[in-house]
Each structure stands twice: as structure tokens, then as C-alpha cells.
């Protein structure tokens, strides 16, 4: 398992990171998505730790805080040294009914990241994100809240997810006039079947030295190898919860392409899916989430397997996005002079 710097920052992850999103659930949404009790949360956490996974990922949210309470827990019992792991965990969702409950405010943050160090049974949080783009509250009260639980102690590296390239980078423009805690890492879907951030957030992520950590890699459980054209599909979470929203017809297409790569790479369809995000240079950490022990290690299986320039060629163009404004300018107006580019390299 590789370590990889996250942004600009002095923090090493590990190139996997363990998704706890299954922890937890009883009803509604995250019963859908998972009910993983504390045992069986203990042999994933157990066994992503053995693999070398020492990154894991959870939320406030998740499960309304009962996942958090599993994965503070989970690291007790796997006794896992504090220097080892690399815990982040989300502040924005609704915690409560009234409008103080959620969202990005001062109040917000510091009442949840306190309560979030409790149920994680931890004295700090290495990473804490805000996981969502707040409209009622200003950037700069954001920004500030999190310096402050920096300089406390409490947090050592701030994060994002979910938002827009414009807002991270007016973010990161903020925090560096008024000399806050920096943004060192975004939190973004980005799969086969999603590559939407290449279009404007790739792009702002590589200029800023952000680091990319990309939730959902198989498209919600689509490009698990369960999903056929022809109708067959297994068990999964898209049978009770279709989401990420995918275009079904094309990601068809990428399957069967998946498929022939993995015949000639003699790995899964999941292991080449989570391959080729591992093999794009802006990703730092994949998040893998499982409901059990064998669907961990299938996934950690990818970080075994080398994709030649065939395979990439393959996977790039079925999966290509279409054409969109101003990006096709931008090629346009710039072919000779990206020529120049390459030629000087």
C-alpha cells in the first residue's frame, strides 16, 4: 500500500482510504446504504488496517452519529496506535431540527467538531472537512471557525467536499490573505462512469496543490462487475439506493471495456475501475467502503494491478467526456502553443 502526501501539506495517506458510510444505519437512508454493527465494523476496520489502509473516513452525519461512535470504537479494539491511523471525519449536515443545526456557521463547527472528537473517542481529528458548500453562511466565517479549532488543537488539517472549483478556490484565496489554516485536500465523487471534475476542478485542484480524494470510485456499487447489460445485476446498494446518478447506457459501455481490461490484467471489473482512478495523477486517496471482510479485500486487490498504455487508451476513450464550453475554446485557441509545451519537455 503506497503513502501518498495529501496536497501541500507534511501528511502522508495511504492511497486506499477506509469509507465508513455501512457503519451504523437502521432506517431510511443509511439503513439503505448499510447496518454494519460494531463486530462486523471491527473485522473491516481490522482487516483494512492489516492490508495497510491507514486512512478511514467517516462523518457526523453518518448514521446521525452513531458511525462515528462505531469507528472510535473500532480503533480501540484493533489497538491501533494513534500515530498510525489517519482519522477525518465532516461537519454540515443536519444534526438536529432547528436551522443552528446544520450547515458551516462558527457555532456549527465548533459545537460538532467537540461532539465528533467524543463520539471518536480522540483527542484530536487529523482531517476535518466541510461537507457541503454552505449558501447561508460567508466563506470567510467558515474559514475562520476552522482556524480556530486549528490553533486549539482540536483538528491538524482542513479539508472540503463537494464543492465547486470556484468556491475552493476562493476558499484557498481567503484563508491565504487572511493567513487562516489552509485547505489541503477535496472530497469529490470521481469515477468511470463520472468524471465530471476534470472539467474545472481537476484543473483547480492541480494549480492550488490540493489534494483529491474521490468518494464513490465504483459509481455507487455500478462498476462493481454485478451489473450487466442484459439485465443481470447481484446483490447491492443501487437496489435500494440509486445513487450516484449514472447514465446507465454508458456505463455499459465502460463495463464491457472494464471487462477486457481485466481479462488481460487478470484482476476483477472493480479492481480495474479502482485501478485507473489510482493511475490518474491528481488522486491521493481512493475510498473504498464494504459490508464485508471479502469485498474489502477484492478492493484492496487494485492497488496490485498495473494498467499499461492499452488499457488506459481504452478506459480514457469509452469513458471520454463530451465536448463542453470553454473547454473545446481552450483547445482551440491553445493547440500550438500547447505543442510548444511538449516540446519543451
Given at each position: 500500500?503506497?503513502?501518498?502526501?495529501?496536497?501541500?501539506?507534511?501528511?502522508?495517506?495511504?492511497?486506499?482510504?477506509?469509507?465508513?458510510?455501512?457503519?451504523?444505519?437502521?432506517?431510511?437512508?443509511?439503513?439503505?446504504?448499510?447496518?454494519?454493527?460494531?463486530?462486523?465494523?471491527?473485522?473491516?476496520?481490522?482487516?483494512?488496517?492489516?492490508?495497510?489502509?491507514?486512512?478511514?473516513?467517516?462523518?457526523?452525519?453518518?448514521?446521525?452519529?452513531?458511525?462515528?461512535?462505531?469507528?472510535?470504537?473500532?480503533?480501540?479494539?484493533?489497538?491501533?496506535?494513534?500515530?498510525?491511523?489517519?482519522?477525518?471525519?465532516?461537519?454540515?449536515?443536519?444534526?438536529?431540527?432547528?436551522?443552528?443545526?446544520?450547515?458551516?456557521?462558527?457555532?456549527?463547527?465548533?459545537?460538532?467538531?467537540?461532539?465528533?472528537?467524543?463520539?471518536?473517542?480522540?483527542?484530536?481529528?487529523?482531517?476535518?472537512?466541510?461537507?457541503?458548500?454552505?449558501?447561508?453562511?460567508?466563506?470567510?466565517?467558515?474559514?475562520?471557525?476552522?482556524?480556530?479549532?486549528?490553533?486549539?488543537?482540536?483538528?491538524?488539517?482542513?479539508?472540503?467536499?463537494?464543492?465547486?472549483?470556484?468556491?475552493?478556490?476562493?476558499?484557498?484565496?481567503?484563508?491565504?490573505?487572511?493567513?487562516?489554516?489552509?485547505?489541503?485536500?477535496?472530497?469529490?465523487?470521481?469515477?468511470?462512469?463520472?468524471?465530471?471534475?476534470?472539467?474545472?476542478?481537476?484543473?483547480?485542484?492541480?494549480?492550488?496543490?490540493?489534494?483529491?480524494?474521490?468518494?464513490?470510485?465504483?459509481?455507487?456499487?455500478?462498476?462493481?462487475?454485478?451489473?450487466?447489460?442484459?439485465?443481470?445485476?447481484?446483490?447491492?446498494?443501487?437496489?435500494?439506493?440509486?445513487?450516484?446518478?449514472?447514465?446507465?447506457?454508458?456505463?455499459?459501455?465502460?463495463?464491457?471495456?472494464?471487462?477486457?481490461?481485466?481479462?488481460?490484467?487478470?484482476?476483477?471489473?472493480?479492481?480495474?475501475?479502482?485501478?485507473?482512478?489510482?493511475h490518474q495523477p491528481v488522486v491521493t486517496s481512493v475510498l473504498v467502503g464494504a459490508k464485508r471482510v471479502e469485498q474489502l479485500e477484492d478492493n484492496v486487490g487494485?492497488?496490485?494491478?498495473?494498467?499499461?498504455?492499452?488499457?488506459?487508451?481504452?478506459?480514457?476513450?469509452?469513458?471520454?467526456?463530451?465536448?463542453?464550453?470553454?473547454?473545446?475554446?481552450?483547445?482551440?485557441?491553445?493547440?500550438?502553443?500547447?505543442?510548444?509545451?511538449?516540446?519543451?519537455?
Amino acid at each position: 500500500m503506497r503513502q501518498r502526501r495529501l496536497g501541500r501539506s507534511g501528511l502522508f495517506v495511504s492511497e486506499l482510504c477506509l469509507g465508513t458510510m455501512t457503519f451504523g444505519g437502521s432506517e431510511g437512508m443509511w439503513g439503505q446504504i448499510g447496518q454494519l454493527g460494531q463486530e462486523e465494523a471491527d473485522a473491516i476496520v481490522g482487516a483494512a488496517f492489516d492490508a495497510g489502509i491507514t486512512f478511514i473516513d467517516t462523518a457526523n452525519v453518518y448514521a446521525e452519529g452513531r458511525c462515528e461512535e462505531i469507528v472510535g470504537q473500532a480503533l480501540r479494539n484493533a489497538d491501533v496506535r494513534r500515530d498510525e491511523i489517519v482519522v477525518a471525519t465532516k461537519v454540515h449536515g443536519a444534526m438536529g431540527d432547528g436551522p443552528n443545526t446544520r450547515g458551516a456557521s462558527r457555532g456549527h463547527i465548533l459545537d460538532q467538531a467537540q461532539a465528533s472528537l467524543k463520539r471518536l473517542q480522540l483527542d484530536h481529528i487529523d482531517l476535518y472537512q466541510i461537507h457541503g458548500f454552505d449558501p447561508a453562511t460567508p466563506i470567510e466565517e467558515t474559514l475562520e471557525a476552522l482556524d480556530t479549532l486549528v490553533r486549539r488543537g482540536d483538528v491538524r488539517y482542513l479539508g472540503l467536499s463537494n464543492w465547486a472549483a470556484w468556491q475552493v478556490a476562493r476558499a484557498v484565496g481567503i484563508a491565504e490573505a487572511r493567513r487562516l489554516a489552509p485547505i489541503v485536500s477535496l472530497q469529490a465523487y470521481y469515477s468511470l462512469a463520472g468524471r465530471d471534475v476534470e472539467r474545472e476542478i481537476v484543473p483547480m485542484l492541480a494549480s492550488e496543490g490540493i489534494g483529491l480524494m474521490t468518494w464513490s470510485p465504483l459509481a455507487g456499487g455500478f462498476l462493481s462487475g454485478k451489473y450487466r447489460r442484459d439485465g443481470g445485476a447481484g446483490e447491492g446498494r443501487r437496489a435500494d439506493f440509486d445513487f450516484p446518478p449514472v447514465d446507465k447506457e454508458r456505463a455499459y459501455d465502460i463495463i464491457d471495456a472494464l471487462e477486457k481490461v481485466a481479462t488481460r490484467r487478470d484482476c476483477t471489473v472493480a479492481q480495474a475501475a479502482l485501478a485507473w482512478l489510482l493511475h490518474q495523477p491528481v488522486v491521493t486517496s481512493v475510498l473504498v467502503g464494504a459490508k464485508r471482510v471479502e469485498q474489502l479485500e477484492d478492493n484492496v486487490g487494485a492497488t496490485r494491478v498495473t494498467l499499461e498504455r492499452e488499457d488506459l487508451d481504452d478506459l480514457d476513450a469509452v469513458s471520454e467526456l463530451k465536448p463542453e464550453y470553454p473547454g473545446w475554446m481552450f483547445e482551440t485557441q491553445n493547440a500550438s502553443r500547447m505543442a510548444e509545451i511538449e516540446a519543451e519537455r
